[in-house]
């Protein structure tokens, strides 16, 4: 056989040795370092140690979130850990009963009958007008907070999940058809790996709601969270802190996003697709 | 030759027509059709002539507007795995490596593991694409990739292989060495294969039996019997006999415009 000239999925050379660093300034992944360098420096250049143009107690300067960072050190980690754990279990939950009424919604007209106009009446509403029932329901408790980004990051999936469905290829089920797989195996070795990467859009987009919505539901009451920091540093005008919330709140979003990326990357690793 | 026998798949009057009541399109009209058992018969006509449409009816992917449609004397209903059909796109599902879309059919009838594994290791010798069984579809050609699903078909041991064009997109090269190695497959390992393509010299150089579509309405127009040995490489393509066949076809062909 001679065609074999391929390999269109593994195409980018992994350049390594002299030319390592070269390639890293020809291709310009130099320039995201550099852009997170130029915002540090005009964040520097604008505040109190640089030349103090913006109030400090307007818009801390960098030095002084890292002295908020230092004097909160003994709050900020409990903070952070009751923050990821809203975040994690309202995404996790919210993301698999998205998939799974979604899956259920394709695979059965009658439960796509019975389900869309209450997927589709509901999902227009957002989920933040819900606080005011969920406090009266739940009070400030757990309750309240995890459901509150499970229905958000539910509502997005929901939809996703049955448009990605919709969008698979009719060529494979006839396929996978004429090769003797039944329906449930169709649904099983065809549907569920074909809207995987059609999925790494919608995932990332409510990992980001989720952190939006825990900061609303921290607001609302709570213990501990860094919503609930930020809500407290503004009671006392320590904008510090609020800014320190907000960094911490960003760093943890973006760590997130990452981790999801690595892991469709992973699952999709079939398709080609650019990381 | 194979041995051919009864008649495997079987059209009789069979019509179909698309569209609405108010403008019908009449896709096939009074079609009887006969293949018989490891035959190996090839339909051919220009674009429009409802070759496809008769594909997807023995592949119970469409219901016929009237007429009767059997399989073993059977009438069709629905797809079925004693049915493989071979797309002119790809079907390669890109999500399985080269080695599981081969094992696919084996594996949904719950095969044995070591059943499963001869199978496949079997079929992938038979396309020369061992050493890619860990592949993704991605990473071959389209050459390739036709060759895996000739593969995965094959290994769900059908009794019919219904085929679609399938080297439709390939370029002249490819697709000459995919016929000769189906055609060396076939004598190998005899099926009945219904081959729809609108390349004549293909037509000719695959098919004991090719069919003549004529379009709008799509039917049956003539029948032939290329004389040629049932060994085959692209050498014949220049024999008497083929040349002779290839300029009636084409005639036949012009006749329609």
Redesign the interface.
């Known amino acids: 056989m001679t065609e074999q000239a391929m390999s269109t999925a593994s195409g980018q050379p992994h350049s390594k040795g002299p030319s390592a660093f070269s390639e890293w300034l020809r291709e310009g992944r130099y320039l995201g370092p550099l852009a997170i360098a130029l915002y540090l420096a005009v964040w520097f250049l604008i505040t109190e140690q640089g030349f103090g143009l913006v109030p400090p107690i307007k818009f801390p300067s960098p030095w002084m979130v890292i002295q908020a960072a230092i004097r909160t050190a003994d709050l900020i980690p409990g903070d952070i850990a009751a923050t990821l754990l809203r975040v994690i279990c309202g995404f996790v939950v919210g993301t698999a009963l998205g998939l799974g009424l979604g899956l259920l919604m394709s695979y059965s007209k009658k439960a796509q009958f019975f389900f869309d106009p209450l997927v589709e009446s509901m999902r227009p509403v957002p989920v933040i007008a819900m606080i005011p029932f969920f406090l009266m329901w739940f009070g400030i408790g757990e309750t309240g907070k995890f459901l509150l980004i499970t229905l958000g990051v539910f509502a997005i999936i929901v939809v996703s999940t049955v448009e990605a469905v919709r969008n698979v290829p009719g060529i494979y089920m006839k396929a996978a058809h004429s090769l003797g797989a039944n329906k449930l195996q169709r649904f099983r070795t065809i549907i569920i790996p074909a809207i995987v990467p059609e999925l790494v859009g919608p995932l990332r987009v409510s990992a980001a709601l989720s952190f939006t919505l825990v900061v609303a539901a921290e607001f609302m009451g709570a213990q501990a969270g860094l919503g609930y920091r930020i809500l407290e540093a503004r009671r006392l005008f320590n904008t510090d802190v609020i800014l320190l919330g907000i960094t911490i709140i960003g760093l943890l979003s973006a760590i997130s996003d990452t981790a999801i990326r690595y892991f469709t990357a992973y699952l999709t690793r079939w398709s080609g697709r650019a990381k | 030759m194979p041995q051919t026998t009864a008649s495997k798949i079987a059209a009789s009057d069979l019509t179909v027509v698309f569209g609405s009541p108010e403008r019908q399109v009449t896709a096939l009209d009074r079609v009887n059709l006969s293949v018989a058992d490891n035959e190996f018969v090839c339909v051919m006509g220009p674009s429009g002539c409802g070759k496809t449409t008769l594909l997807n009816l023995f592949?119970?992917?469409l219901a016929a507007s009237s007429g009767s449609l059997t399989v073993n004397g059977a009438p069709v209903a629905g797809?079925?795995?004693d049915?493989?059909?071979v797309?002119q796109?790809?079907?390669v599902?890109?999500?399985?490596t080269v080695e599981d879309n081969v094992a696919?059919?084996l594996r949904?009838?719950g095969r044995p593991n070591a059943e499963v594994r001869d199978t496949v290791d079997h079929y992938l010798a038979r396309v020369?694409l061992t050493d890619f069984r860990k592949a993704?579809?991605?990473?071959?050609?389209g050459?390739?990739r036709k060759r895996v699903e000739i593969a995965?078909?094959y290994a769900?041991n059908p009794e019919v292989l219904?085929m679609d064009e399938p080297y439709g997109a390939l370029d002249i090269m490819?697709k000459e060495r995919l016929q000769e190695e189906l055609r060396t497959m076939w004598l190998e390992q005899p099926k009945t294969i219904f081959f729809i393509t609108h390349d004549l010299e293909e037509s000719i150089f695959l098919g004991d039996r090719v069919i003549l579509m004529s379009p709008r309405p799509g039917r049956i127009a003539a029948e032939y019997r290329p004389q040629l040995p049932a060994r085959r490489d692209m050498s014949i393509k220049t024999t008497p006999e083929f040349v002779s066949l290839a300029k009636e076809l084409r005639e036949a062909l012009q006749a329609f415009h």
């Open positions: 592949a119970g992917h797809p079925g795995a049915r493989a059909v797309f796109d790809n079907a599902f890109p999500w399985m696919y059919s949904m009838r020369g993704w579809p991605n990473q071959l050609s050459g390739m995965r078909c769900a219904l490819t």
